[in-house]
Structures are given as structure tokens and as C-alpha cells.
């Protein structure tokens, strides 16, 4: 068992940086690391110490540029090269994807610019993984502020790990054996004359099988795989009887103690465990006008595997490693 003083006295034999868990289940702020600098050996393992254990870490006033953001990202794994991203992306570094909630203003899907914003503020935002119904969904993320709103545009992480351990222990073995289906755009019904972001998603479909119970392939946690955003369906059991247990399960997913929440500044990092957390992207800023631009680059992940030793199985879309 890992306490906050153990991280603390494992912090201290990195010089200068200090370790400071933000809430009881997860997160942790971690101090006194330059990330566009060259990090040393000792840095990058404290870090990743730290993201397994405390699921979300953050630095603040941090300089990075597109080229250290990347550089970073590297020392901790393989980052993802998109092959779509949104027109606010930067061109010559094709592992970085911008999102820019004033000025990217839907035109790619021939949508007005209240449209969007009215979609993106509601239907397609939610607690969710970051691209979950893939076979081989993303292990971790790295999401640095360029520029903030003075208030609101909070994001909010859970810890999927404690949530499971928070389930009784009867409820853990019959949520252990089961699988779900994951769907891009799940939910979604295109309207009469709608030709835009949804057609768009279901002409694109992504699903795949996972299981409902995660084994981390680094911890060896169990984790609840579950979201509101791409999960479609409980394998093998009837429509009524998967929505009682999703709702069960998302609202136990998301209770507040197993979650933080974070008030970004320009120049934040946050750096998370995709594999064990589900994050909500705020839903209380873009009426507010004021821009919002941050900058994502996710690391590559591996195939799920459940309690039984069962892998994922795709469905429809992207194949591992593909995107
Ligand atoms: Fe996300």
C-alpha cells in the first residue's frame, strides 16, 4: 500500500521536486520539474510513479512548445500520430492536436458556429476515456493550456481503480466476468436535413468489445471500464437489465469522492492515466466567450484485457495500432 508519505519520501530523493496529492483518491500536483527541459532518469520514474499511483498529475507554469510537448511525451512512451485532427492542429507536428473552442468553428462540418458550440456543450461531452471504443485505446494522455478562461473551463478526473474497489465485494465478482460494447458516436440519431457531426460519426463507426473490469497492465489494479460516452451495451443480457447496471455503475464511476478537479492556468499540464480514470471536459465555458486553446498529445496503449485474461475484440473501425 502506497501512502502520501511514501510518495513523499520517494520525492525527496529526486532534488527540488515535491510530490502533492490534491484529493483523497486522485490526483497529484508535482513541483520543481522544468518538462521542457531534459528531464533525468530519475525525474521521468518519480513521474510515472506518480501517475500509476495517483492516476492524474499536474504541473503548473510550464513552457512548453509544440516540439517539447512531443519531446516529453516521448519519454514516456510512444505518442499517437493522428491522422484526423481538428483545423486548429498544428501542421508540422502531427502528434499534437489543438482544440480551440472559439475558433474552430465547425465549418468542417458545414455547421454554424451556435450549432457547434450548442453541440459540443451537450451532446458530445461527457465522462469518457479519450477515444475508449478503440480495440487499443490510448494508455495516457498529456493535455497542456495555452490560454484559459479567467473562470470556469474546469476539468474534472475519476479514479476507475477505487471506484471498483468501492463496489461490494459480491457486486466486484459479478461485474469481474462481464464484457460491454464501446461505440463512437453511441446515442447519437442524425435529425431530418442533419448531414453534419453526427452523420459524420456514424459513417465512421469505431466499436469494440471490452471488458467491463480493466486489468492495468502496469499496477495490476482492477479498473471499472465504464463511461457514459462510448458504451453502447453489457454483453449478454437484455436491454433493461444492461441500463440498470450501467446506471449503477456510471453513477458509482463518478461519485465525488473518487474524482478531483482542476482549475487550469496557461501554461498547466495535466498528465493522466487514460487506462484508469475517466475525465469530464467543462460544459461552463464556451457561453462565457472567452477562448480556450489547449493542446493534447496522447500516448499509445495496448489491447484491454479483463479479470479472465480475455482480450478486447474489435468490432468495427480503426485496427490496433492504426489510426
Ligand atoms: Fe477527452
Known amino acids: 500500500m502506497t501512502?502520501?508519505?511514501?510518495?513523499a519520501e520517494r520525492a525527496d530523493r529526486v532534488k527540488g521536486v515535491e510530490v502533492h496529492p490534491t484529493a483523497g483518491h486522485i490526483g497529484a500536483e508535482i513541483t520543481g520539474v522544468d518538462l521542457a527541459g531534459p528531464l533525468d532518469d530519475a525525474v521521468v520514474a518519480l513521474v510515472r510513479e506518480t501517475l500509476l499511483r495517483w492516476k492524474v498529475v499536474f504541473f503548473r507554469g510550464q513552457e512548453l512548445d509544440h516540439r517539447g510537448h512531443v519531446a516529453l511525451a516521448r519519454r514516456f512512451g510512444e505518442p499517437v500520430v493522428l491522422g484526423r485532427r481538428g483545423s486548429a492542429s498544428p501542421p508540422d507536428f502531427p502528434e499534437v492536436e489543438t482544440t480551440a473552442d472559439r475558433l474552430e468553428l465547425g465549418g468542417r462540418f458545414g455547421m454554424e458556429h451556435e450549432e457547434w458550440l450548442r453541440r459540443r456543450h451537450t451532446l458530445l461531452r461527457g465522462w469518457h476515456c479519450d477515444h475508449g471504443a478503440r480495440i487499443d485505446p490510448p494508455a495516457a494522455t498529456i493535455l497542456r493550456a495555452e490560454t484559459v478562461p479567467p473562470y470556469?473551463?474546469?476539468?474534472?478526473?475519476?479514479?476507475?481503480?477505487?471506484?471498483?474497489?468501492?463496489?461490494?465485494?459480491?457486486?466486484?465478482?459479478?461485474?469481474?466476468?462481464?464484457r460491454a460494447e464501446h461505440r463512437l458516436g453511441v446515442g447519437y440519431q442524425p435529425r431530418p436535413g442533419d448531414d453534419g457531426y453526427v452523420r459524420h460519426l456514424l459513417d465512421h463507426q469505431v466499436a469494440s468489445v471490452h471488458p467491463l473490469v480493466r486489468v492495468h497492465p502496469e499496477t495490476g489494479e482492477r479498473v471499472l471500464f465504464?463511461?457514459?460516452?462510448?458504451?453502447?451495451q453489457i454483453s449478454d443480457v437484455s436491454r433493461p437489465e444492461s441500463e440498470a447496471l450501467l446506471e449503477m455503475?456510471?453513477?458509482?464511476?463518478?461519485?465525488?469522492?473518487?474524482?478531483?478537479?482542476?482549475?487550469?492556468?496557461p501554461g498547466s499540464v495535466a498528465f493522466w492515466?487514460?487506462?484508469a480514470t475517466i475525465h469530464l471536459a467543462p460544459?461552463?465555458?464556451?457561453?462565457?466567450g472567452f477562448p480556450r486553446i489547449m493542446h493534447r498529445v496522447m500516448l499509445a496503449g495496448e489491447v484491454p484485457v479483463g479479470?479472465?485474461?480475455?482480450?478486447?475484440?474489435?468490432?468495427?473501425g480503426t485496427e490496433a495500432g492504426r489510426w
Do not use: I
Not at 152 to 171: F, I, M, Q, R
Open 3 to 7: 501512502t502520501h508519505r511514501d510518495t
Open 152 to 178: 470556469g473551463g474546469d476539468t474534472t478526473w475519476s479514479n476507475l481503480a477505487a471506484a471498483y474497489a468501492g463496489l461490494s465485494a459480491p457486486v466486484r465478482a459479478f461485474v469481474d466476468g462481464l
Open 226 to 232: 465504464v463511461n457514459g460516452y462510448y458504451l453502447e
Open 249 to 265: 455503475l456510471l453513477e458509482q464511476a463518478v461519485r465525488p469522492e473518487y474524482t478531483v478537479r482542476f482549475r487550469w492556468e
Open 273 to 275: 492515466d487514460n487506462r
Open 283 to 288: 460544459g461552463d465555458s464556451a457561453h462565457l
Open 307 to 316: 479479470v479472465d485474461g480475455r482480450p478486447s475484440e474489435p468490432v468495427t
